[in-house]
């Protein structure tokens, strides 16, 4: 049995554990492989090339243009607060960044390549060899980036960076990151010590806040379905 709200916090405490403890949006790759790629400097960059960066507990990606100039799709919470471009082209703090992921709203941009990278090291094309998938012709990327520029919405599982990215590398719209986000969570789903502190959750705040419809079907509902799915 369970409070709805309480759910939902505890959830989010257990997702927020994972981000932490087990580094939920890391791309996936063995970090012996990570050890193996090199970093370049960008006059080695190549005009259509994708371009990687870990920043806040995920791995973010961009599309070289040419020019010192990257392309890539940046969730930023001032896009829903603010028409005055002097602002938003600032470079987009991690505060920004996240508050942007809440909020759903994101834009694909051009930054510096220094910018993008955020004071990190860059690997370049490492997808190739993690997604073994086999890339477009370089300029075919860039144009295919060039052409989405502009405002878009954000989505973790469905519109991400990654997304972006893979679109106009491959052609098609993949994201490992969000894969590992849904196996982490079908953990904590099939977790049955999870399913048996919502109930107790639940119980009590039928206990501390009455017998309502609001409280008790949900409270009954959400923990027999996780229970089944588990």
């Not at 109930?199 to 959400?222: E, H, K, N, R, W």
Request: net charge neutral; with cysteine.
């Amino acid at each position: 049995m369970k409070n709805p709200m309480l759910e939902v916090v505890s959830l989010l405490l257990e997702k927020l554990l994972l981000i932490s403890n087990l580094k939920f949006f890391s791309s996936g790759a063995p970090a012996e492989d990570r050890a193996k790629s090199s970093f370049h400097e960008i006059n080695s960059f190549l005009r259509g090339d994708v371009l990687e960066v870990p920043r806040t507990h995920l791995t973010h990606y961009g599309i070289y243009l040419g020019d010192n100039r990257v392309a890539h799709l940046m969730p930023d919470i001032l896009l829903a607060l603010t028409d005055d471009q002097g602002l938003t082209q600032k470079v987009v703090s991690n505060k920004r960044l996240i508050l942007g992921v809440i909020g759903k709203v994101a834009s694909i941009r051009v930054d510096t390549v220094e910018d993008f990278a955020y004071g990190s090291d860059i690997l370049v094309n490492h997808l190739d060899e993690s997604l073994q998938k086999k890339a477009l012709v370089n300029e075919e990327v860039a144009r295919r980036a060039e052409k989405l520029l502009g405002m878009t919405s954000y989505s973790l599982l469905w519109n991400n960076c990654e997304h972006f990215v893979t679109y106009c590398r491959y052609g098609t719209r993949i994201s490992p990151q969000a894969d590992k986000f849904c196996e982490n969570v079908k953990i904590i789903i099939r977790d049955q010590r999870s399913v048996l502190a919502s109930a107790v959750l639940g119980l009590a705040s039928i206990v501390c806040l009455g017998m309502a419809s609001y409280t008790t079907l949900p409270a009954i509902f959400i923990p027999f379905c996780l229970w089944m799915v588990g």
